[in-house]
């Protein structure tokens, strides 16, 4: 049974950093493409960043592009999105999903985790 779990998630004040970790189980990882989303609250889901399941190829949202990374460890099978320099309008709710793509940066979503809260407020 394919499964992600997030963690992670917490309160930082602006300017600060937190590292989410996506652990998944059930399928292999470098089957699959990996994205970070989120959505806060009274919007719509936003797609963050997305890694590729062979040659682990990377892609970021514009808001996001210097201040986040993403990167996976296969043995761990985890992925992890780091998140510097940290602004309040990242305050959401952040997801990991897996996409069976295991070639294409892809990621729109066929298994999703339950979501961790990223908060951030001085």
């Known amino acids: 049974q394919l499964q992600l779990v997030e963690s992670g998630g917490g309160l930082v004040q602006p300017g600060g950093s937190l590292r989410l970790s996506c652990a998944a189980s059930?399928?292999?990882?470098?089957?699959?493409?990996i994205g970070w989303f989120r959505q806060a609250a009274g919007k719509e889901r936003e797609g963050v960043s997305c890694?590729?399941?062979?040659?682990?190829?990377?892609n970021y949202a514009d808001s996001v592009k210097g201040r986040f990374t993403i990167s996976r460890d296969l043995g761990k099978k985890t992925v992890y999105l780091q998140m510097n320099s940290l602004k309040p309008e990242d305050t959401a709710i952040y997801y990991c999903?897996?996409?069976?793509?295991?070639?294409?940066?892809?990621?729109?979503?066929?298994?999703w985790g339950q979501g961790t809260q990223v908060t951030v407020s001085s």
């Open positions: 999903a897996a996409t069976s793509a295991r070639y294409a940066l892809r990621c729109t979503g066929d298994y």
């Open positions: 059930g399928f292999t990882l470098d089957y699959y493409a």
């Open positions: 890694i590729s399941g062979s040659g682990g190829r990377t």
